[in-house]
């Protein structure tokens, strides 16, 4: 791996953003890039502030579950100052997801985004995303996002129950991606769908999202936090973010988390 290093010098040289990646604060291992950015949000940093790691020693992923980060990864995180309601801010998960799949695409994967938050390479996970936020009754402060995508290690570097759902870059392309290049485009489409979206809101976000989408239309059984529901996942509401499941019995259910599978037929 002599020539795959990180190199926030050759990202900011290649990037045509305005704001988003113009500052990077890098280091070679970090306890996670949310914690830092959210650090530096609260002593005032900029939007488009990118906190970039080598590796991540307690990455996390939704409900404070483990996000295994090893050597050879992209693990970052971004700072918005967005003018939304605090409700709004789940929204800029999707605006990630789009930016991930559309940087993966690019290499050459059928990269397809799982509701809310995964992106996916052959049905397996290859990127987490965790949004986190500071806000007040109906003041956002900032918002970070939270960007974690298995390129350059295979996946037995992680642990044997997840390298049954999970997958890397690495392991599909069967080499090693040039990181910097694929974080300027990563970042690239981050600013550009960030901007669609804050000038004509989550409406085109959201027609580019579905285009993405792996569940949509799908069988679908999802896992709450005390019940399992089934159903067909139908839509995204426009005005949360939230999956429409149409139930089995007819009735229609807004899901606003939860974990969702795809039931296949047998
Ligand atoms: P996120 O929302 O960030 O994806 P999740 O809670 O959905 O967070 O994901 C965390 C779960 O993903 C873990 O419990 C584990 O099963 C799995 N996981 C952890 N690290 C990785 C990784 N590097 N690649 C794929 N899956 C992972």
Known sequence: MTNDFLSPDIIKDRLRTEFIGREI???????????IAKE??????????????ETQTSGRGRLGRVWQSPPGGIWLSLILRPRLA?????????????????????????????????????????????????SETDVLHYVVVGIGINANFNKDKLPAEIQK????LKSELKESVNRNEFITCLLNEFERSYLVFLEKG????????????????????????????????????????ALILKLDNGSFEKIFSGDVSIRRQK
Do not use: H
């Open 86 to 134: 605090p409700q709004e801010a789940p929204k800029l998960t999707f605006i990630g997801a789009i930016a991930v799949a559309t940087a993966i695409r690019n290499l050459g994967l059928d990269a397809k985004i799982k509701w809310p938050n995964d992106v996916l390479v052959s049905n397996r996970k290859i990127c987490g995303i965790l949004t986190e936020m500071e």
């Open 202 to 241: 989550f409406s085109p976000i959201l027609e580019e999202w579905k285009e993405l989408s792996c569940i949509l239309n799908e069988d679908v059984r999802v896992y709450m936090d005390n019940r399992i529901i089934d159903g067909k996942a139908i839509d995204v509401d426009q005005a949360s973010g």
């Open 165 to 168: 759902t999970a997958t890397t």
């Open 25 to 35: 604060r890098y280091f070679d291992e970090t306890g996670s890039t949310n914690d």
């Open 40 to 53: 530096l949000a609260r002593k005032g940093a900029l939007e488009g502030l990118l906190v970039l790691a």
